[in-house]
């Protein structure tokens, strides 16, 4: 357990100072140096090589190589860049496609474990679960016609769920389990081997959404035997906004199973132009129509930093990082009425800190809208009363957490969010 003392900025820095990872913050574009972004789990930041990556992918690639560019790699690159991300995630190569939004793999993925399932008419999810999930399981009971019944786990505390709430709403009746395994609000994180353990007992099919974990945990799909996954590649992978997605089906089920969008990528054969259907026999079968080339090619640059930095180390610093924000938060921010909304228990924790408080949205207002010269921190506001702080130990400082803390504190103490008001904006 990280034991911290010293609520001095000196100490910060000293952190700082023994971070082996400290050097990586220098890959990415940050031109305000008062600013902390909080929010890398949302928008991951810009890496400064995927600048020249993408200018080169668009003046050479596209402007000068056109329609042949496809026949030099950018075909494959679906695949390839799977077989990057696989290193992230423990899968082997040809397990992971790069391909759509994480929502429509979702889609995807569920329906071909339903129809594997025949007999069996309840799907287990939990109350913790990304909305975007929930209506994508609702919309696909409604059009499998009304024979499935989606059953969501609740939490008592509203910061975890017991594995024991998770084994007692799995049962022989139940078809597939589909979890999001780090919490999006509260960042609790399930024991993933356990869950799909419990899910197979039961002859259930499991499938992991892991938008909020990878490359902010360490993971080992192969390991767990599990069998279906999904996640995302804008958020801590740093793929850019609305970078496609990915999934990740076990290959002993690639052939077994078959996903509902029978699009000519997903065929064995795209350039035959067959008028019937054949589905390719490896994870291509999982593909629907062409792939958005541009977004896909941010992702790489981005995949290979977080290679390089390892998820071992970087989940060791995240946790220390997480575990300091807790430490100044307990001091600082629980006098002024804040309560942690984030599991204390490391084992139970992603990559980023809830604090809830009845003022939460006026004051993310007030952190992200201070004028100059106030440091200015970034966060998110997760309804109805939570501040979402990201972690992302690529370019998050210890100093910068301290900062941050700091001026939440400033924030409180003065009532300077009274001059904001309560009015939504589109995106929070
Ligand atoms: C961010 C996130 C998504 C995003 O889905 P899109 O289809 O890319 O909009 C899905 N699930 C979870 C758990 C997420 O955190």
Aim: glycine share 6%; net charge negative.
């Amino acid at each position: 357990m990280t034991k911290f003392s010293s609520t001095e900025i000196a100490f910060a820095h000293k952190l700082d100072s023994e971070d082996e990872l400290a050097s990586f913050r220098g890959e990415f574009v940050i031109d305000d140096p008062n600013l902390i972004y909080l929010d890398g789990n949302s928008l991951g930041r810009l890496p400064k090589r995927s600048i020249d990556f993408m200018k080169n992918a668009i003046e050479e690639e596209w402007g000068k190589r056109l329609i042949r560019v496809w026949n030099d790699g950018w075909v494959n690159m679906p695949t390839e860049l799977g077989a990057k991300i696989a290193k992230l995630v423990g899968a082997k190569a040809d397990e992971i496609l790069v391909t759509e939004a994480t929502s429509i793999n979702l889609f995807k993925l569920a329906v071909a474990a339903l129809q594997v399932r025949p007999k069996r008419t309840e799907i287990i999810s939990d109350e913790f679960n990304f909305p975007s999930d929930l209506y994508i399981l609702q919309g696909i009971i409604e059009l499998l016609g009304d024979k499935h019944q989606l059953k969501l786990i609740s939490s008592e505390d509203s910061i975890s769920i017991s594995s024991e709430a998770v084994q007692s709403a799995i049962n022989e009746n139940t078809a597939l389990v589909s979890l999001t395994h780090v919490a999006f609000k509260s960042a609790f994180m399930y024991d993933m081997k356990k869950i799909t353990e419990m899910a197979h007992q039961a002859g259930a099919l499991m499938l992991w959404d892991l938008s909020h974990s990878v490359g902010a945990v360490p993971l080992d799909l192969n390991g767990y035997n599990v069998d279906l996954a999904v996640g995302c590649t804008y958020k801590y992978l740093n793929g850019g906004p609305g970078a496609p997605a990915f999934l990740y089906v076990r290959r002993d089920l690639q052939e077994k199973l078959m996903q509902p969008m029978w699009g000519w990528f997903a065929s064995e054969k795209p350039f035959d132009f067959d008028l019937n259907f054949s589905p390719a026999k490896d994870i291509s079968r999982y593909r629907v129509g062409t792939p958005p080339m541009l977004s896909m090619k941010a992702v790489e640059p981005a995949v290979d930093i977080l290679l390089e930095a390892s998820m071992e180390k970087l989940r060791e610093k995240s946790l220390r990082q997480t575990a300091y924000f807790i430490f100044l938060a307990d001091q600082w921010l629980e006098p002024l009425g804040f309560k942690l909304g984030t599991p204390r228990q490391k084992q139970e924790r992603g990559s980023h800190v809830s604090l809830r408080h009845p003022e939460s949205f006026r004051i993310t207002r007030a952190l992200i809208e201070s004028p100059v010269p106030a440091i200015r921190v970034i966060p998110d506001f997760r309804a109805p009363d939570n501040i979402r702080f990201g972690i992302t130990p690529l370019y998050t400082t210890f100093t910068g957490i301290y900062q941050a803390i700091a001026r939440i504190r400033e924030i409180v103490e003065g009532k300077k969010y009274e001059e904001y008001s309560n009015e939504q904006l589109a995106v929070t």
